[in-house]
Structure formats: C-alpha cells, structure tokens
C-alpha cells in the first residue's frame, strides 16, 4: 500500500487507509463526466457476491440530461483480462449525482484468489440536439479503478 495513493494530492498514503484504491486519469478530452467505483464490502470470499457502487456525475454547462456507457474491466488477480467484463448505460440528470448499484457475482475461480483490479470507463455518449453548440460535445470520458480482494474458501481466518 505505501506505493499507492488514494490522495488527491498524489503523495503516497500512510497510516488508515482505505481499502479502495482510485486512480482517476484525464483522458484529454473534454471531461463531461465524473466517475467512481466502489464494491461492499471491499473483500469477500469467493464466490463473493458485493454489491457495486458507480457513482456518476456530469460536468458540463450549460446542465442538460446527458447518457453515459458503462464499462466495467476486469484484471482477475491471477493475471486474466476482461476488458468488457460488465457494460450498460446510465441517464445522467443534470446537478444531482447519479448512483447506479450493480449486483454481481466474482466467481470461485483459483484467478480471483488476492486483488482483483475492476476498471471502469465512463463515455459521454449523449445524442443530438444536447450534443450540439451550446451544449457539450459527446466523446467526454471518465475513468476509476477499484481493488476487490478474492479470499479463497477456506483460506481465511474466521471469528470465534
């Protein structure tokens, strides 16, 4: 952990931590939406069953009703790669944050053992006329990462 920063800042953390790591990255283009990813609880034993959190919010001016796709990568801990691992699209209401709650399955697969990295990519894919002068222009992204750790059946500690 002390080569990871949950900071905006960018320095590294110390101390308590959480256990979600999150890296936003500028793609460049015109950021018309904000993004984060989140699982509860954070760790499960395989097959876990955590309920995913995305949280989504526009930034654009002036504020319209704008569409995003989903797209949710996958990086199993024991190397495979699921680039469209989970998709879908969200209706973005302008000024109020949008939660979407996803429930999923991580399988009981020996791959998921340790920290799985979930990616999400966020695309502005609004159609016309809100994507047309004085609006915004689709194409805007917005991206997060999060870290689910599997825990092998069997293999953790358990409460007395």
Request: charged share 15%; aromatic share 8%; glycine share 10%.
């Amino acid at each position: 952990m002390d080569e990871l920063t949950t900071r905006v800042s960018g320095l590294l953390d110390y101390g308590t931590v959480d256990l979600g790591y999150h890296s936003p990255v500028n793609s460049g283009s015109i950021r018309t939406l904000w993004g984060r990813i989140a699982t509860t609880p954070p760790a499960g034993i395989l097959p876990a069953h955590p309920r995913f959190w995305l949280l989504i919010r526009q930034q654009t001016s002036p504020a319209v009703e704008r569409t995003a796709a989903i797209n949710i990568g996958l990086r199993a801990a024991g190397g495979p790669y699921y680039p469209n691992w989970r998709t879908g699209t969200a209706t973005i209401t302008p000024d109020v944050d949008t939660l979407e709650i996803w429930n999923m399955v991580l399988p009981d697969s020996w791959s998921m053992v340790g920290e799985n990295q979930l990616l999400l990519r966020l695309v502005d894919i609004t159609p016309p006329p809100y994507n047309l002068p004085p609006y915004q222009p689709s194409g805007g992204t917005a991206t997060d990462t999060f870290i689910f750790t599997g825990i092998e059946p069997g293999g953790g500690t358990t409460a007395d």
